[in-house]
């Protein structure tokens, strides 16, 4: 898996459509989640750990020295918060 990372260009593109493609996943599995597990009917939070996955893979390319794939994921992180911030408020 490190040689197909390797191999990616290191361009804030593909940064921001990696730090979306992996919470819009694990969002739709804490959808589902969400709406059939009785127990977990208000844990609206399972929506900040899927956020909260893209600090970790920030990381992970940023210690292969792909910085503008880090700062696309780091973009996406905030477009994802401030999704969440507008689905509690409104």
């Known amino acids: 898996m490190n040689e197909t990372l390797r191999k990616l260009d290191n361009s804030t593109w593909i940064g921001l459509g990696i730090g979306l493609l992996i919470p819009a996943i694990l969002g739709a599995i804490a959808w589902y ?3 059939h597990v009785s127990a977990l009917a208000k844990a609206d939070l399972l929506y900040i750990g899927c956020i ?3 600090a970790y893979t920030m990381q992970y390319f940023f210690k292969y020295n792909k910085e503008n794939i880090g700062r696309g994921i780091l973009a996406a992180t905030f477009v994802c918060a401030f ?5 509690k408020v409104f």
């Open 33 to 35: 989640i969400i709406h």
């Open 83 to 87: 999704m969440f911030f507008a689905y």
């Open 52 to 54: 909260a996955i893209n």
